[in-house]
């Protein structure tokens, strides 16, 4: 158990939807990362926030936002989805801002558009 | 951030030592490498770093030439739950950056 927690575990939703996923980091950690795993791509950086603020961007779509809310939650937004938005989501969390930390894995959301 | 090449897959025996080779040959003055773990539908968790020589903990050994160009991650006595794919990373400690997981390594363990 990594200390990270992700909900839900499991979403299914349609085309053209919304959806929220929600990641609590390790008590004390600042930072949370959002990663997209899917069979074609592989494991894919999103977004990073360190104590509310966003640190780094990867290839995150527009499609898709993210906040760190001052309790250092986080939530991840996917609006208008596609099929290919089918993935697993996972959250990570690092104490320091520096994304070389280590990072603690949470166990994912699987999202399934149909 | 450097590339890495890392063998697509590699099978071993329970018991074993195994080694992950790990190719950086552009990696920067400060770049450090890391290696993660990750099992089927889990998030990766955290190997080990180093930056020269030789790091050894508690699951690991990275061993680290001179020249940094390459590293290997050693395993001892692998057991059936170390099957897992192993992912090599190399970047510089500093903020606005991210991780860049390739392929990685399926390692399977048979008994």
């Known amino acids: 158990d990594s200390g990270v927690t992700q909900t839900p575990k499991h979403l299914i939703t349609a085309t053209g939807q919304r959806v929220t996923l929600r990641c609590s980091p390790r008590?004390?950690?600042?930072?949370v990362y959002w990663y997209q795993q899917s069979l074609d791509q592989g494991l894919q950086f999103l977004i990073q926030?360190?104590?509310?603020?966003?640190?780094a961007k990867g290839n995150i779509l527009e499609r898709f936002s993210a906040q760190q809310f001052p309790d250092l939650h986080s939530e991840l937004n996917l609006s208008s989805l596609e099929l290919g938005d089918s993935a697993l989501y996972f959250c990570?969390?690092?104490?320091?801002?520096?994304?070389?930390?280590?990072?603690?894995f949470g166990p994912g959301t699987r999202l399934t558009v149909t | 951030l450097a590339k890495t090449t890392q063998p697509i897959s590699m099978d071993s025996y329970e018991g074993q030592e195994v080694n992950i080779t790990c190719s950086h040959n552009?990696?920067?003055?400060?770049?450090?490498i890391t290696w993660y773990q990750q099992f089927p539908s889990q998030g990766p968790r955290f190997i080990i770093q180093?930056?020269?020589t030789k790091v050894t903990n508690e699951v690991a050994s990275l061993f680290i030439p001179a020249d940094r160009k390459s590293s290997t991650l050693s395993l001892p006595r692998v057991s059936l739950s170390d099957t897992a794919v192993y992912y090599c990373?190399?970047?510089?400690?500093?903020?606005?950056?991210?991780?860049?997981f390739g392929a990685g390594t399926i390692l399977r363990v048979k008994s």
């Open positions: 990570a969390s690092s104490a320091t801002g520096d994304y070389m930390d280590e990072q603690y």
């Open positions: 552009n990696i920067a003055t400060n770049d450090y």
């Open positions: 008590s004390g950690d600042l930072s």
């Open positions: 180093g930056y020269k």
């Open positions: 990373l190399v970047g510089e400690m500093g903020y606005g950056n991210k991780l860049v």
């Open positions: 926030y360190y104590n509310g603020e966003e640190r």
